[in-house]
Protein backbone atom coordinates (compact mmCIF):
# COMPACT_ATOMS: atom_id res chain seq x y z
CA UNK A 1 0.00 0.00 0.00
CA UNK A 2 1.28 3.47 -0.83
CA UNK A 3 1.64 5.83 1.83
CA UNK A 4 2.78 9.61 2.36
CA UNK A 5 2.55 10.37 6.08
CA UNK A 6 3.60 14.25 6.74
CA UNK A 7 5.02 14.49 10.44
CA UNK A 8 6.48 17.69 12.65
CA UNK A 9 3.76 20.08 12.18
CA UNK A 10 2.42 22.06 15.20
CA UNK A 11 1.84 25.71 16.88
CA UNK A 12 5.56 28.17 16.37
CA UNK A 13 5.42 31.61 16.96
CA UNK A 14 6.54 34.31 14.29
CA UNK A 15 10.35 34.34 13.45
CA UNK A 16 10.11 30.44 14.16
CA UNK A 17 11.34 27.35 12.69
CA UNK A 18 10.00 24.47 11.77
CA UNK A 19 11.39 21.31 9.72
CA UNK A 20 8.50 18.76 8.25
CA UNK A 21 9.12 15.09 7.17
CA UNK A 22 6.95 13.18 4.98
CA UNK A 23 7.70 9.05 4.84
CA UNK A 24 7.17 7.36 2.20
CA UNK A 25 6.28 3.24 1.44
CA UNK A 26 5.16 1.53 -1.18
CA UNK A 27 6.68 2.85 -4.20
CA UNK A 28 9.92 3.52 -5.54
CA UNK A 29 10.71 6.80 -3.63
CA UNK A 30 13.66 7.79 -5.58
CA UNK A 31 12.36 7.62 -9.11
CA UNK A 32 10.14 10.71 -8.44
CA UNK A 33 9.79 14.63 -7.74
CA UNK A 34 8.41 15.21 -5.30
CA UNK A 35 6.38 18.80 -4.36
CA UNK A 36 5.03 20.31 -0.99
CA UNK A 37 1.31 22.20 -1.30
CA UNK A 38 0.57 24.07 1.36
CA UNK A 39 -3.45 25.16 2.02
CA UNK A 40 -4.88 27.82 4.61
CA UNK A 41 -7.56 27.13 6.78
CA UNK A 42 -10.90 27.58 4.38
CA UNK A 43 -8.92 28.98 1.04
CA UNK A 44 -6.97 27.31 -1.75
CA UNK A 45 -4.19 25.05 -2.45
CA UNK A 46 -1.07 26.94 -3.03
CA UNK A 47 1.96 24.50 -4.54
CA UNK A 48 5.42 25.73 -2.26
CA UNK A 49 8.46 24.08 -3.97
CA UNK A 50 9.40 20.75 -5.67
CA UNK A 51 12.29 18.86 -5.91
CA UNK A 52 14.45 16.46 -8.44
CA UNK A 53 14.75 12.91 -7.53
CA UNK A 54 18.34 12.62 -6.86
CA UNK A 55 17.93 15.73 -4.59
CA UNK A 56 20.19 18.09 -7.21
CA UNK A 57 17.44 20.95 -8.56
CA UNK A 58 14.78 22.70 -6.44
CA UNK A 59 12.38 24.99 -6.93
CA UNK A 60 10.12 27.50 -4.69
CA UNK A 61 7.15 29.58 -5.17
CA UNK A 62 7.90 33.26 -4.66
CA UNK A 63 6.18 33.60 -1.19
CA UNK A 64 8.69 30.98 0.35
CA UNK A 65 12.09 31.37 -1.53
CA UNK A 66 14.72 32.06 0.87
CA UNK A 67 13.01 30.66 3.87
CA UNK A 68 11.84 27.42 3.46
CA UNK A 69 14.31 24.16 2.20
CA UNK A 70 13.21 21.53 0.70
CA UNK A 71 15.58 17.97 0.65
CA UNK A 72 14.98 14.73 0.79
CA UNK A 73 16.99 11.30 1.80
CA UNK A 74 16.28 8.49 -1.03
CA UNK A 75 17.95 6.02 1.82
CA UNK A 76 15.20 6.67 4.32
CA UNK A 77 12.54 7.54 1.52
CA UNK A 78 11.87 10.53 3.46
CA UNK A 79 11.51 14.20 2.09
CA UNK A 80 11.88 17.51 3.73
CA UNK A 81 10.80 21.07 4.59
CA UNK A 82 12.90 23.05 6.58
CA UNK A 83 10.87 26.30 7.29
CA UNK A 84 12.64 29.30 8.83
CA UNK A 85 11.23 32.75 9.46
CA UNK A 86 7.53 31.50 10.04
CA UNK A 87 5.00 34.42 9.64
CA UNK A 88 1.65 34.24 10.52
CA UNK A 89 0.50 33.61 6.69
CA UNK A 90 2.25 30.68 6.37
CA UNK A 91 -0.32 29.28 8.92
CA UNK A 92 -1.56 25.83 6.76
CA UNK A 93 -1.78 22.32 5.98
CA UNK A 94 1.41 20.94 4.40
CA UNK A 95 0.64 18.04 2.09
CA UNK A 96 3.74 16.15 0.46
CA UNK A 97 2.99 14.62 -3.18
CA UNK A 98 4.12 13.61 -6.16
CA UNK A 99 2.23 15.41 -8.55
CA UNK A 100 2.51 13.87 -11.83
CA UNK A 101 2.10 10.41 -13.84
CA UNK A 102 1.96 8.96 -10.68
CA UNK A 103 -0.29 10.64 -8.44
CA UNK A 104 0.14 10.09 -4.45
CA UNK A 105 -0.63 12.49 -1.91
CA UNK A 106 -0.54 12.65 2.30
CA UNK A 107 -3.15 13.68 4.57
CA UNK A 108 -1.26 16.96 5.50
CA UNK A 109 0.38 18.50 8.72
CA UNK A 110 -0.94 21.26 10.40
CA UNK A 111 1.70 24.38 10.80
CA UNK A 112 0.02 27.10 12.92
CA UNK A 113 2.27 30.29 13.21
CA UNK A 114 1.17 32.60 15.82
CA UNK A 115 1.90 34.42 19.06
CA UNK B 1 4.97 34.57 -10.90
CA UNK B 2 2.24 33.73 -12.90
CA UNK B 3 -1.18 34.22 -12.21
CA UNK B 4 -3.46 31.45 -12.57
CA UNK B 5 -7.22 32.04 -12.96
CA UNK B 6 -9.96 29.70 -12.88
CA UNK B 7 -14.34 31.01 -12.11
CA UNK B 8 -14.43 30.60 -8.41
CA UNK B 9 -18.19 28.58 -8.66
CA UNK B 10 -20.26 26.68 -11.03
CA UNK B 11 -23.52 24.89 -10.99
CA UNK B 12 -24.66 21.59 -12.72
CA UNK B 13 -27.55 20.24 -12.40
CA UNK B 14 -27.38 16.19 -12.35
CA UNK B 15 -27.30 14.69 -15.41
CA UNK B 16 -25.94 17.85 -16.94
CA UNK B 17 -22.53 19.35 -18.42
CA UNK B 18 -20.23 21.80 -17.08
CA UNK B 19 -16.98 22.84 -18.23
CA UNK B 20 -14.86 24.42 -15.72
CA UNK B 21 -11.74 26.58 -17.51
CA UNK B 22 -8.19 27.77 -16.26
CA UNK B 23 -5.87 30.91 -18.05
CA UNK B 24 -2.78 31.80 -17.55
CA UNK B 25 -2.20 35.57 -16.74
CA UNK B 26 0.91 35.12 -19.12
CA UNK B 27 -0.57 34.04 -22.55
CA UNK B 28 -2.13 31.04 -24.05
CA UNK B 29 -2.83 27.71 -22.09
CA UNK B 30 -0.73 25.47 -23.96
CA UNK B 31 -0.15 21.63 -23.28
CA UNK B 32 3.26 22.66 -22.68
CA UNK B 33 1.89 23.87 -19.64
CA UNK B 34 1.02 20.18 -18.77
CA UNK B 35 -1.59 20.96 -17.01
CA UNK B 36 -3.57 19.41 -14.21
CA UNK B 37 -6.50 19.03 -12.99
CA UNK B 38 -7.25 18.42 -9.21
CA UNK B 39 -10.47 17.65 -7.25
CA UNK B 40 -10.64 17.97 -3.79
CA UNK B 41 -13.40 17.28 -1.03
CA UNK B 42 -14.20 18.44 1.95
CA UNK B 43 -11.97 17.12 4.91
CA UNK B 44 -9.93 15.08 2.06
CA UNK B 45 -6.51 15.74 0.33
CA UNK B 46 -6.57 16.22 -3.08
CA UNK B 47 -6.68 13.76 -5.61
CA UNK B 48 -5.78 14.63 -9.01
CA UNK B 49 -8.03 13.23 -12.09
CA UNK B 50 -6.17 14.67 -15.21
CA UNK B 51 -2.97 15.29 -15.88
CA UNK B 52 -0.87 16.23 -19.22
CA UNK B 53 -4.09 18.33 -20.06
CA UNK B 54 -5.99 15.16 -20.85
CA UNK B 55 -4.55 12.30 -19.54
CA UNK B 56 -6.85 10.12 -17.26
CA UNK B 57 -5.52 8.06 -14.09
CA UNK B 58 -7.26 4.33 -13.16
CA UNK B 59 -9.32 5.87 -11.03
CA UNK B 60 -10.95 8.97 -13.13
CA UNK B 61 -14.57 8.41 -13.74
CA UNK B 62 -14.95 8.25 -17.64
CA UNK B 63 -17.50 11.46 -16.96
CA UNK B 64 -14.31 13.35 -16.79
CA UNK B 65 -12.50 15.00 -19.59
CA UNK B 66 -9.49 17.13 -20.06
CA UNK B 67 -8.54 19.30 -23.08
CA UNK B 68 -7.70 22.59 -24.04
CA UNK B 69 -10.35 25.29 -25.08
CA UNK B 70 -9.92 28.96 -26.47
CA UNK B 71 -6.62 29.35 -24.93
CA UNK B 72 -7.39 27.70 -22.03
CA UNK B 73 -7.23 23.98 -19.88
CA UNK B 74 -10.43 23.21 -19.52
CA UNK B 75 -12.43 20.54 -17.36
CA UNK B 76 -15.46 18.96 -18.81
CA UNK B 77 -17.88 16.99 -16.63
CA UNK B 78 -20.68 15.11 -19.00
CA UNK B 79 -23.63 13.51 -17.00
CA UNK B 80 -22.63 15.43 -13.22
CA UNK B 81 -23.21 13.11 -10.33
CA UNK B 82 -23.81 14.30 -6.74
CA UNK B 83 -20.25 12.37 -5.53
CA UNK B 84 -19.09 14.96 -7.89
CA UNK B 85 -19.81 18.01 -5.57
CA UNK B 86 -16.14 19.35 -4.62
CA UNK B 87 -13.47 22.11 -5.30
CA UNK B 88 -11.43 21.66 -8.75
CA UNK B 89 -7.99 23.25 -9.02
CA UNK B 90 -5.59 23.38 -11.47
CA UNK B 91 -2.60 23.51 -11.81
CA UNK B 92 -0.02 24.78 -14.58
CA UNK B 93 3.52 24.27 -14.93
CA UNK B 94 6.11 27.30 -16.47
CA UNK B 95 9.30 26.97 -18.29
CA UNK B 96 11.38 27.20 -15.16
CA UNK B 97 9.33 24.32 -13.76
CA UNK B 98 7.16 25.81 -11.21
CA UNK B 99 3.98 24.80 -10.67
CA UNK B 100 1.55 27.54 -10.09
CA UNK B 101 -2.33 26.48 -8.71
CA UNK B 102 -5.32 28.08 -9.52
CA UNK B 103 -7.56 29.87 -7.13
CA UNK B 104 -10.40 26.69 -7.37
CA UNK B 105 -13.82 26.04 -8.62
CA UNK B 106 -16.35 25.44 -6.27
CA UNK B 107 -19.07 23.14 -8.20
CA UNK B 108 -22.50 22.64 -7.03
CA UNK B 109 -24.40 19.49 -8.27
CA UNK B 110 -27.88 20.89 -7.70
Known amino acids: EVQLVESGGGLVQPGGSLRLSCAASGFSFSNHWMHWVRQAPGKGLVWVSRINNPGSGTVYADSVNGRFTISRDNVKNTLYLQMNSLRAEDTAVYFCATIGSVDYWGQGALVTVSS | QAVVTQEPSLTVSPGGTVTLTCGSS?????????PYWLQQKPGQAPRTLIY???IKYSWTPARFSGSLLGGKAALTLSGAQPEDEADYYCLLSYSDTRRVFGGGTRLTVL
Open chain 2, 52 to 54: DTS
Open chain 2, 26 to 34: TGAVTSGHY
